[in-house]
C-alpha cells in the first residue's frame, strides 16, 4: 500500500491576503444574499416590465446581479491564492 505525504502547507485552512480583499470577499458574497433574504424590498406588484411583475423581474435581475458578484469573489480569491 503507498502512503502519500502532505505538507501543513497544503492542509492550511488559512487564506493568503490582506484584510481589505478579505472583506472584499466577503462582501460580494454576503451583498446577494442579504437582497434575497429583506423580502420587503422587492414584494410588490408594480411597476412592470414587459408584463412581468416586479416581484419577478427584480428576482431574475439579480440572479445575473449575483452570478456577477460571486465570479468576482472567485476571481479575488484565486488571486488572493497566487493564482493567475
Known amino acids: 500500500m503507498s502512503t502519500v505525504e502532505v505538507s501543513a502547507d497544503e492542509l492550511s485552512l488559512e487564506t493568503k491576503g490582506t484584510t481589505g480583499q478579505k472583506v ?13 433574504a429583506i423580502t420587503p424590498i422587492y414584494n410588490f406588484k ?27 469573489a472567485a476571481l479575488l480569491l484565486n488571486k488572493m491564492e497566487g493564482g493567475r
Open 46 to 72: 408594480g411597476p412592470e416590465l414587459f408584463g412581468v411583475t416586479f416581484f419577478y423581474w427584480f428576482l431574475t435581475f439579480w440572479l445575473f446581479v449575483s452570478a456577477a458578484f460571486f465570479v468576482g
Open 24 to 36: 472584499a470577499v466577503a462582501v460580494l458574497l454576503l451583498i446577494p444574499v442579504l437582497v434575497f
